[in-house]
């Protein structure tokens, strides 16, 4: 079956806000195995996968949501970097949702979920994840789409005790609760292991079918997913999300600290994927790529910002982001041959274009690794 993908803005309802809890069988045609309608998060992870994959083994009509954040790590990274090329490109939700035949609508987030990542009610976890805010954020717009589309029930994948922060067993109740999903939240993984829901309660879905997992191992996981038959899928143990990694969380937290304000646009949370960043002045910093592909994506970025490359030799693009006067620009120069591959040349002829246009060619001897102070690195090197 083939896959549909649905992407534009988000429609909002007006709605009362009620208990859906008293709403039990009393309409006996509508709990008729087939006759309801379940949305799943679709992460592109095997827990969503099978989490949906054992609501539609049910004869539950299923469809998807994607949630577009900016902050995930596939179709970005993995397309950009050429040395990522002998790996398989794809968007793993969509994939995924070919997979089980179901359709998947791509919802765009971005300037709605900047409020989770920079004032998060519930804090972060290990570096910038607002892991719990986030699942409540994400629940509670499948169950604004549910609404407008008459839905029934939202699926997702959680597991209890997988996620320290969302998905331990005293958190999965705020999420209920704070999404306004109550009991129409429905954890097909580790239901049995929670009090029975209203799909559950009501017999649209039969509770035996579901899974007590619990705890950090992916062992139960992957061996439901060897019963479905499912070989192939994004490797279990990562996560999806840059916040939750502490390179990408460091250079965040750099921007922030250096504008003096907590606020992002989708171009910065873009160019914090890629490259080495670098801040040899507390002004400005570089961003040098590290391969063909960074170098092409980086060239896309050079009409708004001071861009340096190497032409003697073989080397990166660079991005120079904040102010610089001429002796801050021999010095980024000098810091983008060390790069190249004259690293080992007594010196190096750079182009440098500064943002109103002006070029100009400097012969500059490269820095030296010991030249270059560990402090001057953002994140990773």
């Given at each position: 079956m083939?896959?549909?993908?649905h ?5 909002y ?7 859906y809890?008293?709403l039990l069988?009393?309409?006996a045609?509508?709990?008729m ?7 799943a ?11 949906t ?5 049910q004869?539950?009509h ?7 954040t ?12 050429k ?8 968007n793993?939700?969509l ?14 987030v971005?300037d ?5 990542v920079?004032?998060?009610?519930h804090?972060?976890?290990?570096n910038?994840?607002p892991c ?5 954020f994400?629940?509670k717009?499948?169950k ?13 994948g959680e ?13 999965m109740?705020i999420?209920a ?22 799909p559950?309660?009501?017999?649209w ?22 019963q479905y038959?499912?070989n192939d899928?994004a490797?279990?143990?990562?996560g ?17 600290l ?18 080495r960043?670098?801040?040899p ?9 590290r ?14 910002y ?16 904040g ?6 620009l021999?010095l980024?120069?000098q ?11 007594p ?6 274009t500064v ?8 012969d ?10 560990a ?7």
């Open positions: 083939p896959v549909f993908a992407i534009g803005d988000f429609h309802l007006c709605i009362i806000c009620y208990d809890r008293p069988d009393n309409h045609d509508k709990n195995p087939g006759n309801h309608k379940a949305v998060l679709i992460s592109g992870g095997l827990d969503s996968m099978l989490a994959k054992v609501i539609l083994e004869g539950i299923v469809e998807g949501i994607n949630f577009f900016g902050f995930c790590v596939e179709g970005h990274t993995h397309a950009i970097r040395k990522s090329h002998s790996q398989p490109k794809r793993n939700a994939w995924v949702a070919e997979q089980l035949g179901i359709k998947l609508h791509f919802i765009d971005i709605e979920y900047k409020g989770i920079i004032n998060p009610k804090g972060y976890g290990a910038m994840n719990l805010d986030c699942k409540g994400m629940v717009k499948a604004q789409w549910m609404e407008e589309h008459r839905f029934d029930f939202i699926i997702t597991v209890m005790g997988q996620r320290p922060m969302s998905q331990r067993k005293n958190a109740p999420v609760r704070e999404s306004g999903a109550y009991d129409r939240l429905l954890r097909p993984l580790c239901a049995r292991l929670l009090t029975p829901t209203l559950e309660r009501a017999g879905v039969d509770r035996e079918q579901l899974f007590d997992f619990s705890g950090r191992s992916r062992k139960p996981q992957m061996a439901l997913a060897r038959g499912i899928y490797q279990p143990a990562g999806c999300c840059f916040l939750t990694n502490e390179h990408y969380a460091a250079k965040l937290s750099d921007l922030w250096t504008r003096g304000r907590k606020e992002y646009e989708l171009e910065d949370i873009m160019l914090l994927k890629v490259g960043h670098l801040r002045r507390p002004y400005f910093k570089l961003i040098i790529g391969e063909e592909g960074e170098n092409n994506f980086l060239n896309g970025y050079r009409q708004r001071t861009h340096i490359r190497t032409l003697s030799h073989e080397g990166p693009t660079a991005l120079l982001e102010h610089a006067d001429n002796t801050d021999k980024a120069a810091v983008v041959a060390r790069f190249s591959q004259g690293r080992m040349a010196s190096v002829k750079v182009h440098v943002t109103n246009g002006e070029t100009r060619t400097l500059v001897v490269p820095l030296s690794n010991n030249e270059i102070p402090s001057w690195y953002i994140g990773a090197a």
